[in-house]
């Protein structure tokens, strides 16, 4: 049995660019892992009603964001659909974009990970 693929352009896209009208750009939150607006609690309910119109989990939301932020980044694959999508919707800027590239490249080229 094949498992789904749940992140692809389209759903990446879709997170950020929602993430976006909810949050507005990473340059006006608070952290890598939260936005200015809403608290803690408010940004965690958030992100579970994604997940379910998403089809995924918290945690893959999470990491999903974690990796267009600088926060968290766990393979090649989602980072490039992450960084991706964030530019694309203008979550990120495009000198944040170069910076997690290169934070990136520098975090693989020290682990046994091959892209």
């Not at 608070?30 to 998403?54: C, F, H, N, S």
Request: glycine share 10%; with cysteine.
């Amino acid at each position: 049995m094949s498992r789904k693929t749940i992140w692809t352009t389209k759903t990446t896209g879709f997170l950020f660019k929602l993430s976006l009208k909810k949050y507005g750009p990473l340059g006006s939150w608070a952290t890598k892992t939260l936005p200015r607006k809403g608290g803690v609690a408010q940004y965690d309910k958030w992100i579970e009603v994604m997940a379910k119109k998403i089809g995924s989990n918290a945690k893959g939301v999470k990491i999903m964001i974690g990796h267009a932020t600088g926060a968290e980044w766990v393979g090649p694959r989602s980072f490039v659909f992450a960084n991706s999508a964030a530019l694309d919707a203008g979550f990120i800027t495009n000198k944040q974009f170069n910076q997690n590239c290169f934070a990136f490249a520098k975090k693989m080229a020290k682990s046994n990970i091959r892209m």
